[in-house]
């Protein structure tokens, strides 16, 4: 069984909008860390959004005011709203969960485009 699994990614035009979806199974969701991770053709991963168990939500600074991160206990799941899309946001996007310290769990990524 898949611990993560995303939807929601797609092509979309520069100014657009998607919502990321995560809904994760074997693991104690309400207590986990659950973050939104992006990797660009020849760039590092890098952390997107994360929002912990308590609702707290941080986000990078390229994202911050077009993105939102929430988090739903009971459907154990996680969402990302992401409005005015830049063609820089085009990247494999994957959903994360950590209790601390380093990620324990993946999910198999989702491809967002945006086309300029």
């Known amino acids: 069984q898949v611990p993560l699994v995303e939807s929601g990614g797609g092509l979309v035009q520069a100014g657009g909008s998607l919502r990321l979806s995560c809904t994760a199974s074997?693991?104690?969701?309400?207590?986990?860390?659950m973050g939104w991770y992006r990797q660009a053709p020849g760039k590092q991963r890098e952390l997107v959004a994360a929002?912990?168990?308590?609702?707290?939500?941080n986000y990078a600074d390229s994202v911050k005011g077009r993105f939102t991160i929430s988090r739903d206990n009971a459907r154990k799941s996680v969402s990302l709203q992401m409005n005015g899309l830049e063609f820089e946001d085009t990247a494999v996007y994957y959903c994360?969960?950590?209790?601390?310290?380093?990620?324990?769990?993946w999910g198999q990524g989702t491809q967002v485009t945006v086309s300029s």
């Open positions: 074997g693991i104690i969701f309400s207590l986990s860390t």
């Open positions: 929002i912990s168990s308590n609702g707290a939500s």
């Open positions: 994360s969960a950590k209790r601390r310290g380093t990620v324990d769990f």
